[in-house]
Nanobody, 125 residues
Framework: QVELVESGGGLVQAGDSLRLSCAAS???????????MGWFRQAPGKERDFVAA????????NYANSVKGRFTISRDNAENTSYLQMNSLKPEDTAVYYC???????????????WGQGTQVTVSS
């Protein structure tokens, strides 16, 4: 099984940027390097929402409408790491951000079988 660990969260002001990292360990050759990586977020009292996904090669990406043009998902398979570059952050981006891995392409939480523990992102006004 693959293990995912997020990092890079923190407290920033509106308009600032953050880059989240998701480090994969374990049988990454069977998961991270070949499968879809995704980012989700969950605010208190809210559902866990899709943010972005990227195919194994990086050739296909998908973003939630709320983050299009501001967030960029990427991956470095040689480093077993995926990234979520978040620009022009807004207070409504405040949430716990989770990285996830899926065996095939997917953009819903049900498609992803491996999850990190989450990293807190807080955006102040």
């Amino acid at each position: 099984q693959v293990e995912l660990v997020e990092s890079g969260g923190g407290l920033v002001q509106a308009g600032d940027s953050l880059r989240l990292s998701c480090a994969a360990s374990g049988r990454t050759g069977l998961t991270f390097s070949s499968n879809t990586m995704g980012w989700f977020r969950q605010a208190p009292g809210k559902e866990r929402d899709f943010v972005a996904a990227i195919s194994w090669s990086g050739g296909t990406t998908n973003y939630a409408n709320s983050v299009k043009g501001r967030f960029t998902i990427s991956r470095d398979n040689a480093e077993n790491t995926s990234y979520l570059q978040m620009n022009s952050l807004k207070p409504e981006d405040t949430a716990v951000y989770y990285c996830a891995a899926a065996r095939g392409w997917g953009t819903s939480a049900q498609d992803f079988g491996a999850w990190g523990q989450g990293t807190q992102v807080t955006v102040s006004s």
